[in-house]
């Protein structure tokens, strides 16, 4: 039976047979990715809850397993509606818009040493265009969705997000200059070896900007002032329902858990075991792997859930200035000690 | 080299039939019965009292104008922190000497109000 | 690959200026409005200091630095030191009106400072991207200059609309550009002139790479056809912006013109001086004839400016080392000319009151005799009455071009030369011969009026050291035939 399938692969023409061989590996990421974000709102809810000391949601199937399942098929059924006067095709392409970027980045993560989709020497600027990408989302939506209250909200979101993605871009050319090349994979390499080489501990305030500036981006609490419902009634996407809606909370929550595993490849190692290899030696499953690469993605996507119940909600000026004012010379002040550091003192080694 | 992105275009495209493919089941399988109050759009429960689409601050614009500048810097970073072993000393204090130019651009914006009540 | 550091020496001048300037920035955040004259000191400190690096700067031997994109030889110098002295006077006659206006902040002395840098690396440029960069600079720095009074409907439009024709004008030059990179292979300006020496002059991709970088050209000096910002923008602009941009751009116009089409692309100078050719005598058409309709002295002046260029191309147009001199000179006097009369306008300004019309100069006579004795220097000079400097400027234009052989040409440039004499002298006509509307007496504060003396009185006292200043002109453009 291999052999009539194997002469059937090799019988396709090479072009299809690549085709084929990418889909299957992009189905075996988005499949996942996908169940993830389902099941990210889920956990969302089950440890917000267990941190205001209430049960989340239990009743819909076994523990409340099947909730995320359960509201995709509602907002399956729901009506899509389009406001009167809105641009119709613009305001079925935001969604789109938002949603996409988020899902196409996940081509150049790795995984681990070997499980990869691709591995292109500009992985870095290449997460770096898509995330700027995300930005069209919201503000097509905000204009075409033909509402004040959404025009508004995604002027401000879209601020907030320009403003955060600058203090980003500036902790990423601070792991740059100390891992020296954008491969995604080459940066979670040069941090193999132990806990001690991650570079956490050398760009520790960059990894706080860069964390703290994914929170931002991704408009989630305690800086979701252009969403809030208290505040300005769901923001840009105050007119969207049904499907579209979906879109858009895929897509916010697709990039939470991007940049939960852009923080882990670029500051916490990527697959890297946080063991010195002489201890891997004796214990070899405490070697690097995909389990460490989940491990790391899973704990920082914890600290999402946990700065969302713990933290009351930035005001929108104090959003702005956070962003401006104190990260940019963070950043700045960073990249200029870890330059010095370099080339003018004898600490170079710790910037490796 | 350009045979790593065929991935990458592949993904493009399957990404882009997802996000179509949910709003198509969203159409097909959602009910589809427009009235003039579901299609409004919302005030808080009133009518729209103008045209949506109206003047909006120009601290807006500033921001972007703000966002285009700080992102070409960076994008001038990028290649600049990959080479910085090869560059040297040299490379870094051209580099510093560009930063401190943008900087005192960024001091000028900070003190003239440009970064403030947003 | 290890990068070699340049020669910073001879750059010394640029980056002192600009460095100014970015203190100039900081320092001003800090200063309130009743301090603001630390500004104005600084800047003419400044001008002051990067005259000085140039001068002791200055060599026999033309300097290259930067891999050949930056050249420090006699021609640069010559423009540069012209520069500073033009600003600093331009500076000077701004402040009070700046002061009236509550224009008087930091930012006009920083652009202009910026400015400045955007000319020095014009004058120094020996590469097609330095040329464009310093012109980019210097443009960006003008248009927003233009723009300074804010509340101004008038301001802002002349602004927006030399912000987009000028936009328009130097992609127009940058194709040009292009295409010539594409043709000869190289961007810098003498490995150009060599490989166009191997082409032949009709070469279609050089022909239209060159009618492109004249369109940019004509657009910057302000030559006709593509004259439409020039009296708007004046008109529009604030006259502190005005007596800037009127004066120190033309040089480095001037710069842009020599090093492209005689250091650059001289080769090809039979298919760009019938082009020149043209342009000069629409430009004295055009800018004569329209300046007898004009009564806002300001947009008068515009025009003139207009007719003013297009004499000057002439002496471009005559391809040959006296050509350029006589250019060169031309420029430098029409400079200190523009200074003079804008100056003026400036000194008739008070708080709330704009000396922009016509009527506003009459009878100056009976205000202030001195006054109307500087602006009468200053007319005749322009107008081209011996013994002015602007009579041996055309003079010498004119000269070179009968030596080229274009007979027709210097006769119709001296007829519109007489046409256009006519409204400068309207102006003295209306000092000295009709009464004034407006008693009040001339104010300004006393720098202001030793300066403007010195400017106008230059016209004329000057003349027995002309043979001198056309000496340097000479050495100027002989420097950079050598290199």
Partial sequence: MTETLLGFWLALPSWLQILLANLVKIVIIVLPVVLAVAYLTYAERKIIGYMQVRVGPNRVGPRGWLQPIMDAVKLMFKEIIVPTNANRFLFIGAPILAFAPAMVAWAVIPFSDTLWLTNIDAGLLFILALTSMGVYGVIIAGWASNSKYAFLGSLRSAAQIVAYEIAMGFALVGVLMAAGSLNLREIALAQAGGAHHWYILPLFPLFLVYFISGVAETNRAPFDVAEGESEIVAGFHVEYSGMAFALFFLGEYANMILIGALAAVMFLGGWTTPFTPAVVASLPWLGDGIHWFLIKVSFLMFCFLWFRATFPRYRYDQIMRLGWKVFIPVTLVWIVVIGVAKFLTPWGYLFH | MLNNYVPILIFMAVALIMGVAMVVIGRVLGPHRPDTEKNSPYECGFEAFEDSRMKFDVRYYLVAILFIIFDLEIAFLFPWAVALSEVGMLGFVAMMLFLGILVVGFIYEWKKGALEWE | MTAAMPNFLPVAPEIFVFSMACVILLVDLFLSDARRGVTYLLTQLTLIGAAVLTVKGMSAAAVMTFNGMFVGDALANVLKLAIYGVTFFGFAYSRDYLRERGMYRGEYFVLGLFGVVGMMVMASASHFLTLYLGLELLSLCVYAMVALQRDSGQSTEAAMKYFVLGAMASGLLLYGMSML?????????????????????????????????????????????????????????????????????????????????????????????????????????????????????????????????????????????????????????????????????????????????????????????WHAFLMLLVMISMAGVPPTFGFYAKLLVIQSVINAGMIWLAIVAVLLAVIGAFYYLRVIKLMYFDDADDKAPLGGPADVRVLMGINALALVLLIPWVGVLMEVCRAAIRALAVA
Avoid: C
């Fill in chain 3, 181 to 369: 990179y594409g043709m000869t292979g190289s961007l810098e300006i003498s490995a150009v002139r060599k490989a166009i020496e191997g082409l032949s002059a009709d070469n279609v991709i050089l022909v239209f790479g060159l009618v492109f970088v004249v369109v940019g050209i004509a657009f910057k000096l302000g030559a006709v056809p593509f004259h439409m910002w020039v009296p708007d923008v004046y008109h529009g602009a604030p006259t502190a912006v005005t007596v800037y941009l009127g004066t120190a751009p033309k040089l480095a116009a001037f710069a842009l013109v020599m090093r492209l089409l005689v250091g650059g692309l001289e080769g090809l100078a039979v298919s760009w001086q019938s082009m020149l050719i043209i342009l000069a005598i629409l430009s004295m058409a055009a800018g004569n004839v329209i300046a007898i309709a004009q009564d806002n002295i300001k947009r008068m002046l515009a025009y003139s400016s207009i007719s003013h260029m297009g004499f000057f191309l002439l002496g471009i147009v005559s391809v040959s080392q006296n050509g350029y001199s006589s250019a060169l000179f031309y420029v430098v006097v029409y400079a200190v000319m523009s200074l003079g009369a804008f100056g003026m306008v400036i000194l008739l300004s008070r708080a709330g009151f704009e000396a922009e019309r016509l009527d506003d100069f009459k009878g100056l006579n009976q205000r202030s005799p």
